[in-house]
């Protein structure tokens, strides 16, 4: 079964950090983008971070950027989101996805992306 599968949640301190890691079960990262995602309670799902095949393209969500650092390391077929000075706002579910789709031009359209893994749940509050 081809899946990914997000680690690195868990409870934090605003201000603090955590590194999340999206592992491929079943297929190779190295031929595909990766895209974070996260989804608040009663919100929609919204793009946190994307990055190309190759590492060498990446993309931040306004609300992230200079706090939040896409990485990807082919050899362990791992992507890594390291989140610092955290925020509350930031308090989600963390969802990685691998882009098998090319029409849209907008790097956070969901529907450009497939095997989703089931989530991380990344609190942050005093």
């Known amino acids: 079964q081809l899946q990914l599968v997000e680690s690195g949640g868990g409870l934090v301190q605003p201000g603090g950090s955590l590194r999340l890691s999206c592992a491929a079960s079943?297929?190779?990262?190295?031929?595909?983008?990766i895209g974070w995602f996260r989804q608040a309670p009663g919100k929609e799902r919204e793009g946190v971070s994307c990055?190309?095949?190759?590492?060498?393209?990446?993309n931040y969500a306004d609300s992230v950027k200079g706090r939040f650092t896409i990485s990807r390391d082919n050899a362990k077929n791992t992507v890594y989101l390291q989140m610092n000075s955290l925020k509350p706002e930031d308090t989600a579910v963390y969802y990685c996805a691998a882009r098998t789709r090319y029409g849209s031009s907008w790097p956070f359209d969901p529907y450009e992306y497939a095997y989703w893994g089931q989530g991380t749940q990344v609190t942050v509050s005093s």
């Open positions: 990055i190309g095949s190759r590492g060498g393209s990446t």
């Open positions: 079943g297929f190779t990262l190295e031929y595909y983008a």
